[in-house]
């Protein structure tokens, strides 16, 4: 199993029109059809009641097991591959080092966002532990078991981050304690620090409070959207899911108060239709509020209600990715920058040299997230190729070389300093 697989999906330069951005107007997903009664909520996986055996890889030809957290979880392939529970190897790199744990149930998630492969209305094709999900399959594996490898290395794991990962679903708060309990019961969150990815739907402020009092590090939540109306388009009403904006945004507050500064933040995809102007005065909200984005490039996930439309053009998604870093790690602020009709970066408020020394760095076209243990600008959540195929990399899992930086600097149209 190699992360490095053949795409028929689109990840260019410019848009289908040929636009160097994804436009509003382009980025309307499909409705979402009627699911049939008979695949309703796991019904398929519930009738078969199949007892699972171990670990499960996602797997077309036979019954999917009845898998439920929190006795499993589902992690990422990246994930799999470092905690050597599958076999393989990752296009230039060697392991991540975070260790997502997605909660899982038969029924799957309640909701039905617009990009996402876990989506509720796939449940018409496919079981909810075969689904892909950010590019890639994710095994289900016993709680215990990944536990117990880490218990097991100890000081020698390569993961830097533990991270729980909700879904929208009624047992989603409940079982999230439970895998904290579990995981800190054994690893001291000191040495392996725990993230929580939220679900805010579900989600009261005692939630947030409790998971705070329990040892989690960091809080985020994926407000993925970067204005309201896309929010509303792509997880809200339009598409029949049960998120609100100001739902998102009250547990995100509410998480600004208990985790405290620097330790929240916001998931943000790239590319849905906003402007740049639009992300990056929400990058700089978070920044004013002491918290951070993570980004993520869009990518049309196979089998989603967006899968027909273009990837994020590389142009729109570095200067998003150059000029946040510049918000979050080194004090540019968004009015310092400028912006043209369309609302694109034209100028990213800081003077040649030293916008030259950040490009050259390569720190901002690494994947953002929870920080590690090499840098504070350097993610310990890499997500290996889970915004882009390894042939036209979107976020680098690692650092960029000279030629990674040549073609940064193409795409970006700043030419090398001489
Ligand atoms: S809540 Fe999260 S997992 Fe569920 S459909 Fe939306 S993005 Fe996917």
Redesign the pocket.
């Known amino acids: 199993m190699s992360c490095h697989r053949p795409e028929a999906s689109t990840s260019a330069t410019r848009s289908a029109d040929g636009a160097d951005h994804n436009a509003f107007s382009l980025m309307q997903p499909r409705a979402p059809a009627a699911t049939p009664k008979e695949a309703r909520n796991g019904a398929r996986v519930k009738i078969h009641n199949v007892a699972p055996q171990g670990v499960y890889l996602p797997n077309y030809n036979v019954l999917t097991p009845s898998m439920r957290s929190p006795e499993y979880v589902q992690m990422s392939t990246a994930a799999a591959l470092t905690l050597g529970i599958m076999s393989g190897k990752m296009h230039r790199c060697e392991c991540t080092r975070c260790l997502n744990l997605l909660l899982t149930y038969p029924e799957g998630?309640r909701?039905?966002?617009a990009?996402?492969g876990?989506?509720?209305h796939r449940e018409a094709e496919r079981d909810y532990a075969d689904r892909n999900f950010i590019r890639v399959d994710w095994p289900a594996v016993p709680l215990a078991q990944a536990i117990d490898i880490v218990a097991r290395d100890g000081a020698k794991s390569p993961f830097h981050r533990m991270c729980i990962s909700m879904?929208?679903h009624p047992r989603s708060d409940e079982d999230t304690v439970t895998v904290l309990r579990q995981w800190t019961d054994r690893i001291d969150p000191a040495t392996i620090p725990v993230s929580i990815l939220s679900?805010p739907t579900t989600m009261r402020r005692e939630d947030v409070a409790r998971l705070h009092d329990l040892g989690a590090d960091i809080f985020t939540v994926?407000l993925?959207a970067a204005t309201p109306e896309i929010f509303e388009r792509t997880?809200g009403k339009g598409v029949q899911?049960p998120?609100s904006w100001s739902k998102y945004w009250e547990i995100l507050m509410d998480a600004r108060e208990i985790f405290g500064a620097g330790k929240f933040g916001a998931h943000i995809i790239v590319g849905m239709g906003e402007s740049e102007h639009d992300v990056l005065t929400l990058v700089q909200r978070l920044v004013d509020l002491g918290g951070h984005s993570h980004m993520f490039c869009f990518f049309p996930e196979k089998g989603s209600l967006m899968d027909h439309l273009p990837a994020t053009p590389r142009d729109q998604w570095r200067r998003v990715q150059l000029a946040r870093y510049l918000i979050d790690y080194r004090g540019v602020r968004v009015e310092h920058m400028k912006f043209d009709g369309e609302g694109r970066v034209v100028d990213f408020g800081l003077p040649r040299a030293e916008l030259d020394a950040v490009v050259d760095a390569g720190t901002a076209f690494r994947t953002s997230g929870c920080p590690g243990k090499f840098a504070e600008d350097v993610s310990a959540c890499d997500r290996p190729y889970g915004d882009s195929p390894p042939s036209n990399i979107a976020s680098y899992p690692f650092a960029p070389n000279g030629n990674d930086l040549r073609r940064i600097r193409k795409q970006l149209r700043i030419v090398e300093a001489k």
């Open positions: 998630c909701a039905n966002c990009y996402c876990l989506a509720r879904i929208t679900n994926a993925d997880r899911s998120h």
